[in-house]
């Protein structure tokens, strides 16, 4: 079966970048016309969805986060990445990768990571 | 953005209740909605998808329904199992959005 394991800094500091790395397990990221996103789930709050990118390698972003927001495919390792700059306090939380596909959104999950923003 | 609005935000029950758990779009999508569970520490895990489909290998005591705007997520008979926070999310368009959960604790 298809899953994903994310990777990557449990701490960063203000202003720096954020980088995170989801290696998909159980299905090639470059076939299937699935959408791979991340969502982060800040400290006892709720879900946000940050953006996707498709197999063919175009994305999409939430409005919110647009600006600091790049996802991108790395199909040798069969791997997507997210990149978040300029971080701040308010981006500290559990970020999760999935994908996301017409009729069975967001399934499966990562584990999940939390990072910190923290000088 | 579709905002979605789950209520009630939390909710005490016993093993052996049926419970109810609603949510609603700011505007109609149709029947583009799914619904997770998440026990502490985990990730979510997709219950229901397209308002009323029960993902596989879901206990058949989940069941969802409506359309448009207003949408149920309802458990009968709960297990132990089942105290965990849940969220809607909308499938319609992007930015997907999710409801802000509902957090079922044992009474």
């Known amino acids: 079966q298809v899953q994903l394991q994310e990777s990557g800094p449990g701490l960063v500091k203000p202003s720096q970048t954020l980088s995170l790395t989801c290696t998909v397990s159980g299905a090639s990221i470059s076939s299937g016309g699935y959408y791979w996103s991340w969502i982060r789930q800040r400290p006892g709050k709720g879900l946000e969805w940050i953006g996707y990118v498709y197999s063919s390698g175009s994305n999409y972003y939430n409005p919110s986060l647009k600006s600091r927001v790049t996802i991108s495919l790395d199909t040798s390792k069969n791997q997507f990445s997210l990149n978040l700059t300029s971080v701040t306090a308010a981006d500290t939380a559990v970020y999760y990768c999935?994908?996301?596909?017409?009729?069975?959104?967001?399934?499966?999950w990562g584990q999940g990571t939390l990072v910190t923003v923290s000088s | 953005a579709i905002q979605m609005t789950q209520s009630p935000s939390s909710l005490s029950a016993s093993v052996g209740d049926r419970v109810t758990i609603t949510c609603r779009a700011s505007?109609?999508?149709?029947?583009?909605l799914a619904w997770y569970q998440q026990r502490p520490g985990k990730a979510p895990k997709l219950l229901i998808y397209?308002?009323?489909n029960l993902q596989t290998g879901v206990p058949s005591r989940f069941s969802g329904s409506g359309s448009g705007t207003d949408f149920t997520l309802t458990i009968t008979s709960l297990q132990p199992e089942d105290f965990a926070t849940y969220y809607c999310l909308q499938d319609h368009n992007y930015p997907r959005t999710f409801g802000q959960g509902t957090k079922l604790e044992i009474k």
């Open positions: 505007q109609d999508i149709r029947n583009d």
């Open positions: 999935a994908r996301d596909d017409y009729g069975a959104p967001f399934d499966p």
């Open positions: 397209g308002a009323s």
